[in-house]
């Protein structure tokens, strides 16, 4: 079993930021890819960016240049550094991590860009 626990969201404007967090806990020694996904309303969850099981990233192209994911491995830490900020970003955003052929999802935190 993996607990993901998420902090991170909020408002903000267009053009600001925000960075999010992912704290895993539980069975982490196994974690196979973990990352990010959104879900807007009405709207399919989707990826946003993660790391494969490789360690590399993978960004969905309406982010790249924008946002950057980070990991502390001492802390099972997962970061998304959400820059330049556009209305079109706000979602729900989820951690989710793949372990032993399972889907781990966090609770989800809110992303709202508004002025």
């Known amino acids: 079993q993996v607990q993901l626990v998420e902090s991170g969201g909020g408002l903000v404007q267009p053009g600001g930021s925000l960075r999010l967090s992912c704290a895993a806990s539980g069975t982490t020694s196994n974690i196979y890819a973990m990352g990010w996904f959104s879900q807007a309303p009405g709207k399919q969850r989707e990826l946003v960016a993660t790391?494969?099981?490789?360690?590399?990233?993978v960004y969905v192209d309406s982010v790249k240049g924008r946002f950057t994911i980070s990991r502390d491995n001492a802390k099972n830490t997962v970061y998304l550094q959400m820059n330049n900020l556009k209305p079109e970003d706000t979602a729900v955003y989820y951690c989710?991590?793949?372990?032993?052929?399972?889907?781990?999802w966090g609770q989800g935190t809110q992303v709202t860009v508004s002025s």
């Open positions: 790391f494969t099981s490789g360690g590399s990233t």
């Open positions: 989710h991590a793949f372990v032993n052929l399972t889907h781990y």
